[in-house]
Every structure is written in structure tokens, then in C-alpha cells.
């Protein structure tokens, strides 16, 4: 068996995710640095699908990888042991050195947690970089850029 990196609704990223014990606290709800840790594999399966693994990045000479900027998270909901989750991401741009993606931990129709997160292409011990052109072809058809 193989593991999933979940998969797309039309241009939606959707990860599955379960909670386990490890991720609540002593109140019995998910500890608030989980989500950010549920996020995190959300985007990363998003961006593997969408062609652009962290392995890929490394590959780079000089090697790169993708840091965070910016996150701006709002707890909604809680959820709780063996909630089952989907991690929905949308990529909202991919300019230069930066890409916006907005994602959301889903129960059912509840929406328990969203995040506006700001990531930055850098080198490995260096500066900002900017994708590649081949970097930004992969990602452009997945873009959802923002309504105004």
C-alpha cells in the first residue's frame, strides 16, 4: 500500500487527515500548534501533486527550500480524537519568490480552522529565490487567484 497525498477537487487540494491522541491537549480538543502541523502536510501534498516536492527544491543548485513569511490562523471550531479532517489548500499566487495559499481544516461542513500563509523560496543558507520558470508553469494551472 502506498501512502496517499490526497487529491484535487477540480483546483481544491483535499488531504485527509485523522486525529489521534497525540494531537489534543489535557482539555481532550486538539492542541492549537496540530493544526499548524495539519496545514503543513496539506501544503506540502498539495505542492508534490502539483509537481514541486521539497525533494525537487533540494535538487536545485544552489539547493532551496520553502520557508514561511507569514501565517495568519483562525481557529473556528475544535475538533477531537478521532475526528476525521480534510485539509483543503488553494494557491492564490505565485510571484517571484513568494506563493499565497489558503487553506482550511474541514469537518463535514464545519470549517474549523483557516490560515492565510505567505511562503517564500529560499536557498539553503542564502537569500530569497525566485521559482523557476519551470516551477512557476507547474503551479500556474492551479492558481485561484482572489475575487476582487
Same mark, same amino acid.
Given at each position: 500500500?502506498?501512502?496517499? =497525498?490526497?487529491?484535487?477537487?477540480?483546483?481544491?487540494?483535499?488531504?485527509?487527515?485523522?486525529?489521534?491522541?497525540?494531537?489534543?491537549?489535557? =482539555?481532550?480538543?486538539?492542541?492549537?500548534?496540530?493544526?499548524?502541523?495539519?496545514?503543513?502536510?496539506?501544503? =506540502?501534498?498539495?505542492?508534490?501533486?502539483?509537481?514541486?516536492?521539497?525533494?525537487?527544491?533540494?535538487?536545485?543548485?544552489?539547493?532551496?527550500?520553502?520557508?514561511?513569511?507569514?501565517?495568519?490562523?483562525?481557529?473556528?471550531?475544535?475538533?477531537?480524537?478521532?475526528?476525521?479532517?480534510?485539509?483543503?489548500?488553494?494557491?492564490? =499566487?505565485?510571484?517571484?519568490?513568494?506563493?499565497?495559499?489558503?487553506?482550511?481544516?474541514?469537518?463535514?461542513?464545519?470549517?474549523?480552522?483557516?490560515?492565510?500563509?505567505?511562503?517564500?523560496?529560499?536557498?539553503?543558507?542564502?537569500?530569497?529565490?525566485?521559482?523557476?520558470?519551470?516551477?512557476?508553469?507547474?503551479?500556474?494551472?492551479?492558481?485561484?487567484?482572489?475575487?476582487?
Amino acid at each position: 500500500m502506498t501512502p496517499t =497525498s490526497g487529491a484535487f477537487d477540480v483546483q481544491d487540494h483535499l488531504y485527509p487527515v485523522r486525529v489521534y491522541y497525540e494531537d489534543t491537549d489535557f =482539555s481532550g480538543y486538539v492542541y492549537h500548534a496540530a493544526y499548524v502541523k495539519f496545514f503543513e502536510r496539506g501544503r =506540502s501534498e498539495a505542492l508534490r501533486l502539483m509537481g514541486v516536492s521539497h525533494s525537487d527544491l533540494l535538487a536545485l543548485n544552489p539547493p532551496a527550500a520553502m520557508v514561511v513569511r507569514r501565517m495568519d490562523v483562525e481557529y473556528l471550531r475544535p475538533a477531537v480524537i478521532d475526528d476525521a479532517l480534510i485539509v483543503r489548500s488553494v494557491m492564490r =499566487s505565485a510571484r517571484g519568490a513568494r506563493l499565497v495559499i489558503d487553506q482550511r481544516i474541514e469537518r463535514g461542513d464545519a470549517v474549523l480552522a483557516k490560515v492565510r500563509l505567505e511562503v517564500a523560496l529560499v536557498t539553503i543558507g542564502g537569500g530569497p529565490r525566485k521559482l523557476t520558470p519551470e516551477m512557476a508553469a507547474k503551479l500556474k494551472p492551479w492558481l485561484q487567484p482572489d475575487l476582487p
